[in-house]
């Protein structure tokens, strides 16, 4: 069964940094893409971008290139989605989905993960 | 790149047929066959239910049913239930070797 299980909520401070997790299960992790997408509350849903755990590459949307980064362990079958420096803006629920290939819809989704930036 | 145009809300009794637009441009909604559509209740992740324009994912009702024309794609679902009731989004893939997504759309089912 193909799973994507997502790291636990998060509360932080702003300009903390953060480091949240989406392990693959059930599948070849390093065959498909990884995408992140954000929904800030009560709002739509934001394409962030994607990672190739295969061989690391990233394609970012240009709204968060520069923001956040994006990273994969294929030992551990892991995406990672990181942010060196926090802001209340980025408070949202962050999930990541499988795709296979980068213009394909993503047919697997994690659970979510609550990010809450708040001083 | 700006998100793609949906209506914010559409409403149909229980049985009717609704059609959901998303309209983009030649950069992303009209130059690729690359449109899925995703269903998200609240509190819930979000499920794929179209993708490539016009193909539903083993499990989809056949009740739910994409198309494209031009920079415009649609989401038709027939014989509303009101399980149907949730948020509905486009996604397309767009020149600059990303996704976007649209505003969403709330669905009704009255």
């Known amino acids: 069964e193909v799973q994507l299980v997502q790291s636990g909520a998060e509360v932080k401070k702003p300009g903390e940094s953060l480091k949240i997790s989406c392990k693959g299960s059930?599948?070849?992790?390093?065959?498909?893409?990884i995408a992140w997408v954000r929904q800030m509350p009560g709002k739509g849903l934001e394409w962030m971008g994607i990672i190739y755990p295969g061989d690391s590459e990233t394609r970012y949307s240009p709204s968060f290139q520069g923001q956040v980064t994006f990273s994969a362990d294929k030992s551990i079958s892991t995406a990672y989605l990181q942010w060196s420096s926090l802001k209340a803006s980025d408070t949202a629920m962050y999930y990541c989905?499988?795709?296979?290939?980068?213009?394909?819809?993503?047919?697997?989704w994690g659970q979510g993960t609550l990010v809450t930036v708040s001083s | 790149q700006s998100a793609l145009t949906q209506p914010a809300s559409v409403s149909g009794s229980a049985g009717q047929s609704i059609t959901i637009s998303c309209t983009g441009t030649?950069?992303?909604?009209?130059?690729?066959?690359?449109v899925s559509w995703y269903q998200q209740h609240p509190g819930k992740a979000p499920k794929l239910m179209i993708y490539d324009v016009s193909n539903r994912p083993s499990g989809v009702s056949n009740r739910f049913s994409g198309s494209k024309s031009g920079n415009t794609a649609s989401l038709t679902i027939s014989g509303l239930q009101a399980e149907d009731e949730a948020d509905y989004y486009c996604?397309?893939?767009?020149?600059?070797?990303?996704?976007?997504f649209g505003g969403g759309t709330k669905l009704t089912v009255l």
């Open positions: 989905a499988r795709l296979y290939r980068s213009s394909s819809g993503s047919d697997y």
């Open positions: 059930g599948y070849s992790f390093t065959t498909y893409w």
């Open positions: 996604s397309s893939y767009t020149s600059s070797s990303t996704q976007v």
């Open positions: 030649s950069s992303d909604v009209g130059g690729y066959n690359y």
